[in-house]
């Protein structure tokens, strides 16, 4: 089987909304339900973890934007547990250590099928792998924040997206072997951490996730089909 795990527990802080800003409106969806839709027919079963306290507003809002069932979970604390309590969930029903989970940015509403197909089919050949970009500013490394330190080859740097993909025991794993998870922004620093390979999967410039406001504008001309320029 395969399982697409869309973690949307954040606050969204930085969107400075009354809301967190996965449930923001998008051309009259909110995002979360953009980003579910793109793993409709393409998964066996979608699940949701969000923060307890959006559990029945998170269902409100899947069940009168989207005809497919979705499942919708408590989160935890931070992004290893709530990856975690999907891992559980999805063991929990039906699931086993063979199955695929594709985990994903509840504000990356862009992903698409090429996407999706080509991380399926690298996790069933055994391999973890995320969608990821080539990176096309030049990066500094600076390690107090005023003075650069080194900059990086451009061509050796990648921009990493989601989804990243594993077998659901292996990634059930290295979660519990970790001794302090919760120190990685991504899975694919704690996979790498704990010795495993990353293969890349073909990101795109218009898989954006969400963060500021003006995100949501360039959201609306990626759905209209406009050009920026």
């Known amino acids: 089987m395969v399982f697409a795990g869309i973690v949307a ?42 923060h307890k306290d959006y559990i029945n507003y998170t269902k409100e809002i899947i069940s009168k934007h989207l005809d497919f069932p979705i499942e919708i979970i408590a989160g935890g604390k931070d992004r290893m547990e709530s990856v975690m309590a999907l891992v559980r969930h999805f063991k929990e029903n039906g699931g086993s250590d063979e199955d695929i989970i594709l985990t994903h940015d509840g504000v990356r509403p862009f992903v698409s099928e090429k996407m999706v197909e080509e991380s399926i089919e690298s996790a069933r ?14 990066i500094c490394i600076s390690e107090d924040g005023n003075l650069i330190n080194s900059v990086p080859d451009r061509k ?17 794993e290295i979660l519990r072997k970790c001794e302090n998870p919760e120190k990685y922004t991504d ?23 969400i963060t500021v406001p003006a995100d949501l504008k360039f959201a609306e001309t990626i759905i209209k089909g406009e050009k920026l320029l």
């Open 9 to 50: 527990g954040g606050t969204g802080s930085r969107m400075k909304s009354e809301i967190p800003k996965q449930f923001l409106e998008l051309l009259g969806k909110p995002v979360i339900a953009h980003t579910a839709e793109c793993f409709a027919g393409k998964v066996d079963k979608i699940c949701i973890a969000c």
């Open 125 to 138: 050949k055994g391999r973890f792998c995320t969608v990821a970009v080539g990176a096309t500013d030049t």
């Open 156 to 172: 050796n740097l990648f921009n990493i997206q989601t989804p990243q993909t594993f077998t659901i025991g292996k990634l059930e």
């Open 187 to 209: 899975l694919c620093g704690l996979a790498i951490s704990m010795g495993e390979k990353v293969k890349i999967i073909e990101g795109s410039a218009e898989n954006i996730k």
